[in-house]
T-cell receptor, first 115, second 114 residues
């Protein structure tokens, strides 16, 4: 079974500063995808960033970047120049590549950006 | 473009009553479909997924069932709700095999069982 662990239930950051959210996962699969999703107070799930396990290069999307360490099974999210709109719950997710593509989520990190 | 519709947005049901939540996807064919539950203050738990009409896989044993009567329709049901069924239910879809795997979510249903 795949497990995804987010060890930081809550975090806060000053506006314009940088924050890193941690995620580790456990799998015996060699090929898979990793994701970070954002859930703002509206509760709509929004894809932030996606990483393919066979790519060594870390994914980046504007102010969002990841540090993917495959051997360590670690997938952290770095948010640069934090904005008030970044306040949300952030979920790390693992996707097993097979028929059905099951996605497994961590318990989330609640991030508050302080003005 | 693809869209996903999920309804109702909010539902209050008494213990022992039946449940039917519906989800439809537009703008894509043969999607993988999923039901997740988010308990208060917790992560998303995968309940069911489906790769085609009539094909349902359950991730956890529970009081709920799922059906896929049409390609882009996914239904979550219960014959008798329990208090522990309360939560935020999310329908989602993905497309397999296009090297663009990602999960798209509906807007969710907040279910309160009283």
């Amino acid at each position: 079974a795949q497990t995804v662990t987010q060890s930081q239930p809550e975090m806060s950051v000053q506006e314009a500063e940088t924050v890193t959210l941690s995620c580790t996962y456990d799998t015996s699969e060699s090929n898979y995808y990793l994701f970070w999703y954002k859930q703002p107070p509206s509760r709509q799930m929004i894809l932030v960033i996606r990483q393919e396990a066979y790519k060594q290069q870390n994914a980046t999307e504007n102010r969002f970047s990841v540090n993917f360490q495959k051997a360590a099974k670690s997938f952290s999210l770095k948010i640069s120049d934090s904005q008030l709109g970044d306040t949300a719950m952030y979920f790390c997710a693992f996707m097993k590549l097979n028929t059905g593509n099951q996605f497994y989520f961590g318990t989330g990190t609640s991030l508050t950006v302080i003005p | 473009s693809q869209t996903i519709h999920q309804w109702p947005a909010t539902l209050v049901q008494p213990v022992g009553s039946p449940l039917s939540l519906e989800c439809t996807v537009e703008g894509t064919s043969n999607p993988n479909l999923y039901w997740y539950r988010q308990a208060a203050g917790r992560g998303l738990q995968l309940l069911f997924y489906s790769v085609g009409i009539g094909q349902i896989s359950s991730e956890v044993p529970q009081n709920l069932s799922a059906s896929r009567p049409q390609d882009r329709q996914f239904i979550l049901s219960s014959k008798k709700l329990l208090l522990s069924d309360s939560g935020f239910y999310l329908c989602a879809w993905s497309v397999q095999g296009e090297n663009n795997e990602k999960l798209f979510f509906g807007s969710g249903t907040q279910l309160s069982v009283l």
